[in-house]
C-alpha cells in the first residue's frame, strides 16, 4: 500500500472512526470485535506466508496470551497493559512448546497445532487455582484511563487494537521486505533449495512462530481485558482459529493488509447485513461468500481490488495514448 | 346561545386535555432481550424466549389501554463477545430494561454491559453465586444454585439412600451446586463420591464404571446439561449400576425430553416446577398455560415460566416506577428491589445484590411420559416410583 494511502486510511480510522461511531457502542463493539479477529488473522498469515506454516491452532496462543496477561492483573496486580505485553511474551514462551512441530509438513504441521490448541486448553482448565478452572475468571480488570483517555471504554478499547494490529501489519511489512523476508519467501517455494544457499530455515521458521505467536498473545489479552470474562472453552475455541483464517483466505493472506480487509468485511458483513437479514443461520450466507471469493479470486479481496485499480488506471493510460 | 356555545366548547376542550393527558401517560415500553437461540444453548434459550414472549402478550393484555410493551430479542449465538454486543445494541435501540441471558459465562459480561450502561438486566439462566456476589445493583436474577441444590438434597434425605455418586460438568455452576450437594449430604452422614467430567466427554462407560464397582452407590446424582444427561443415562443402560435412583437437575424433567428419549427417561428425577400434561389451578397460571398453547402450539415447560415470571416481575416494576415518576431516573431498579411477589415459581423478594433468597425448585420424575411432581410433598402431584431407574 502506498505511503499517502496508507496514512490517509490510518487518519481515518484512528480519527474519523471514533467521530462517528464514539456515540454508538453496539457499531464500535462490532468493529473491535472485527479488529481482535484481524489481529489474529495477521498472525497467523504472516507464518503462513512467510513461514510457509498453516496452523490450525492458533487458538492455543490467544487463550495462553488471554490467561497469562488475566491471571497477571487480577492475582499479581501487574498493571494491565504490562500484563497485555506480558501475555503476547507468555505466548511466545507458549510457542516454543509446539517447536517440535516444525518438523512437520502441510496437513501435519496443521493438525499438530490443533493437538497443542488442545493440550493447552486442558491445561488451563485442570490448573483450578491458577485459571479459575473450566468456571474461568469473571470480572477481569479493564484496561485504566491515561491521560484522560478512557481505555476501559469502548473508544479505548477501539484504539489499543487499532494499534495492536496496525504495529503487526507494520511489522509484517518491515519482515517482508527485508533480507529474512527474500530468504523466508524463498523458502516457501525450495526450502530444501534455500537450505544448500545457507539459509537457517529451521531458525527463521522458528523466529516467524515465536512472533506469530507473541501477535496472537497480545490481540487474546486484550480481548480478555476487553470483555473482562474467560474461560477455557472460550479463550481456545476454534473460532480463534477458523474465523482467522477464513478472513485471511477472504481478505488475501498473501498480503499485508488483506487479513485486516478480509476481517472487517466477512465480520462486519456477517454481524450487521447477514443478521440482520437473517436472525438465524445467517452463518451460512457467509459461507457462500466465501466460497464464492475462493472461486473467482483465489488470491482473496485485496489482490482483487488491486487488479481493478491496476486495470482502470492501464484503460485511462491507453486512452489518454490514444 | 352564546352561553351554549361557550360551554360546549369548554366541554370539548376539557375533553381534547383530558385525552391528550390519557395519551400522554400511556406509552410503549421497548424490553431487549439478549438469548441463545443457536449455539449449543439454544434449546433453553429457545424455551425462555417462548416465556417472555408470553409475559409480554399477558402484559399487553393487561395494561390494555394503558400501557403497551413489545421486546426486541439478538441472538447471542452463545457467544459471551456476541452477547456483550446485543446488549449494547439493545439498550441504543431504546431497550429500558433487558430480560433473557443463558448460561452464567455468557450472563456475567452481557450484564456487566448493561451495568455500565446503568440499565436492569434480569435473568433465571445463570445460577452461579459469582454473578450475584458482584453486587452489581442493576443485575437480578429469580433462581440460584441454591434453590436447586435444596431440591435435590431433600429428595435424596427423603429417598434416605447413604451413598451418593455425584457426576457433574467441570464449568463453574455446575461445580457450584454439585459441591453444595456434597457438603450438604457428607454434613448429613452420606458418603459421597465425586465424578468431574469436561463438556468434550461424550463415552460416559468410565466414568459409570467407577460409580458401579468403586462407589457401589445407592443413588447418582448428575449436574450437568441435556447433551450429558442423555449420555450419562446411555452409559448407564448398558453397565447398569445398582442405583435405586437417577436424579439430575435443570433440563432434565422436561416435556422435551420425556418426548425425545422416552427409552432414557423413565424413572429419572430432575427439576421441575411444572409436572407434564401441565396441571394448574390459578388464575395467572391458567392463562399463562392458554397463551403458552396459543402462541406455540404446546405445553408449557419450566424454562418457559422462569422466563415468563422473571418479565412479567420486570414489567409490573416498570409501571410501578413509571407511575412513580421514577423510571426515566434509575428508579427501576429500586423498583424491583421492593418487589414482594407470590409467581408461578413461588414468592420472590430480591436481596441487595439481586438474588431471590426465596427460592426453591422441585422435583419431578418422569413416569410413562409424564413428569409427577414427587418433592416437595405440598407441591407433588404423585407419589415417587422408589427405587426406579430407566433399565
Known amino acids: ?25 453496539y457499531i464500535l463493539g462490532l468493529i473491535v470485535a472485527a479488529l481482535t479477529i484481524a489481529g489474529v488473522s495477521v498472525a497467523w498469515a504472516l507464518l503462513g506466508n512467510l513461514g510457509g506454516m498453516v496452523s490450525f491452532g492458533h487458538a492455543a496462543f490467544f487463550g495462553v496470551g488471554s490467561y497469562v496477561s488475566a491471571v497477571l492483573a487480577m492475582k499479581l496486580g501487574v498493571p494491565v497493559f504490562a500484563a497485555m505485553v506480558l501475555g503476547g511474551v507468555g505466548a511466545a514462551v507458549a510457542s516454543v512448546a509446539t517447536m517440535p512441530a516444525l518438523r512437520l509438513k502441510g496437513p501435519y504441521f496443521a493438525l499438530a497445532m490443533l493437538a497443542y490448541a488442545h493440550i493447552f486448553q486442558i491445561l488451563a482448565t485442570e490448573m483450578t487455582p491458577v485459571t479459575g478452572g473450566a468456571g474461568g475468571l469473571l470480572s477481569i480488570p479493564r484496561f485504566p484511563t491515561v491521560m484522560g483517555v478512557e481505555f476501559g471504554e469502548k473508544t479505548g478499547g477501539y484504539l489499543i487494537v487499532l494499534t ?20 523466508l519467501k524463498a523458502m516457501h517455494d525450495t526450502e530444501q533449495a534455500t537450505r544448500v544457499v545457507g539459509v537457517p530455515s529451521t531458525h527463521l521458521k522458528a523466529a516467524m512462530l515465536v512472533l506469530s505467536a507473541f501477535i496472537t498473545g497480545v490481540v487474546g489479552a486484550f ?13 481456545f475455541a476454534s473460532t480463534w482459529t477458523v474465523l482467522p483464517i477464513a478472513a485471511a483466505i477472504f481478505g488475501g493472506y498473501r498480503t499485508v493488509w488483506g487479513p485486516v480487509v478480509g476481517s472487517l468485511a466477512i465480520y462486519l458483513l456477517d454481524q450487521l447485513v447477514f443478521k440482520e437479514l437473517m436472525p438465524h443461520g445467517h452463518q451460512l450466507v457467509l459461507g457462500a461468500l466465501l466460497c464464492v471469493m475462493i472461486l473467482f479470486s483465489p488470491g482473496g479481496l485485496m489482490p482483487l481490488l488491486v487488479r481493478r485499480r491496476r486495470r482502470k488506471k492501464e484503460g485511462v ?6 | 346561545m352564546k352561553r351554549t356555545l361557550t360551554q360546549l366548547a369548554a366541554t370539548v376542550a376539557l375533553g381534547v386535555a383530558l385525552g391528550a393527558s390519557s395519551l400522554a401517560q400511556a406509552k410503549e415500553f421497548l424490553l431487549g432481550s439478549e438469548l441463545p437461540l443457536t449455539g449449543n444453548l439454544a434449546r433453553v434459550g429457545q424455551g425462555m424466549h417462548e416465556g417472555i414472549a408470553v409475559a409480554i402478550e399477558m402484559a399487553n393484555r393487561a395494561y390494555a389501554g394503558k400501557h403497551s410493551f413489545k421486546v426486541s430479542t439478538i441472538d447471542d449465538e452463545t457467544n459471551p463477545a456476541k452477547a456483550v454486543a446485543a446488549v449494547e445494541r439493545l439498550i441504543g435501540d431504546g431497550a429500558v430494561a433487558l430480560t433473557g441471558g443463558y448460561g452464567s459465562n455468557i450472563i456475567g459480561p452481557a450484564s456487566e454491559a ?4 446503568g440499565v436492569v438486566y434480569i435473568t433465571s439462566g445463570g445460577v452461579t453465586p459469582e454473578l450475584t456476589a458482584r453486587g452489581y445493583p442493576t443485575f437480578f436474577r429469580i ?3 441454591e434453590g436447586y441444590a435444596k431440591a435435590m438434597i431433600g429428595l435424596l434425605e427423603d429417598m434416605g439412600v447413604k451413598k451418593v455418586s455425584v457426576v457433574y460438568l467441570n464449568k463453574d455452576a455446575t461445580t457450584n451446586l454439585a459441591k453444595q450437594v456434597q457438603s450438604a449430604l457428607s454434613a448429613k452422614g452420606v458418603t459421597v463420591g465425586m465424578h468431574e467430567f469436561d463438556a468434550a466427554t461424550s463415552d460416559f462407560k468410565p466414568l459409570l464404571n467407577k460409580v458401579k464397582l468403586q462407589d457401589r ?3 447418582i446424582a448428575m449436574v450437568g446439561y441435556e447433551n450429558d444427561y442423555v449420555g450419562i443415562l446411555r452409559a448407564a443402560k448398558v453397565l447398569k449400576p445398582q442405583v435405586k435412583a437417577v436424579v439430575g437437575v435443570w433440563s432434565l424433567a422436561t416435556a422435551q425430553m420425556a418426548k425425545e428419549f422416552p427409552d432414557l427417561m423413565e424413572n429419572v428425577y430432575g427439576t421441575s416446577m411444572l409436572p407434564y400434561p401441565v396441571e394448574f389451578t390459578q388464575p395467572e397460571a391458567l392463562e399463562f398455560a392458554a397463551e403458552y398453547k396459543k402462541l406455540f402450539n404446546k405445553e408449557p415447560d419450566y424454562l418457559g415460566q422462569f422466563g415468563y415470571v422473571q418479565t412479567r416481575l420486570l414489567i409490573d416494576a416498570i409501571v410501578r416506577a413509571e407511575e412513580a415518576g421514577t423510571l426515566a431516573k434509575g428508579g427501576l431498579a ?22 431471590n433468597t426465596n427460592f426453591s425448585h422441585r422435583m419431578g420424575q418422569h413416569q410413562t411420559g409424564k413428569v409427577v411432581l414427587v418433592w416437595p410433598k405440598d407441591a407433588a402431584n404423585g407419589a415417587m416410583r422408589f427405587p426406579g431407574v430407566p433399565w
Open chain 1, 1 to 25: 500500500m502506498k505511503a499517502v494511502v496508507l496514512i490517509a486510511v490510518l487518519a481515518l480510522a484512528y480519527v474519523g472512526v471514533p467521530l462517528v461511531f464514539g456515540g454508538n457502542a
Open chain 1, 164 to 183: 495492536i494490529v496496525v504495529l503487526a501489519a507494520l511489522a509484517y511489512d518491515a519482515i517482508r521486505r527485508s533480507a529474512w523476508g527474500l530468504a
Open chain 1, 223 to 235: 480481548n480478555a481485558h476487553f470483555i473482562s470474562f474467560l474461560q477455557p472453552d472460550y479463550a
Open chain 1, 317 to 322: 493510460q491507453a486512452h489518454a495514448h490514444a
Open chain 2, 114 to 117: 448493561a451495568q455500565k450502561a
Open chain 2, 143 to 145: 433462581n440460584n444454585s
Open chain 2, 217 to 219: 452407590s445407592e443413588a
Open chain 2, 334 to 355: 429500586d423498583e424491583l428491589r421492593r418487589t414482594d411477589a407470590q409467581t408461578l415459581i413461588g414468592r420472590v423478594t430480591f436481596d441487595a445484590k439481586g438474588d
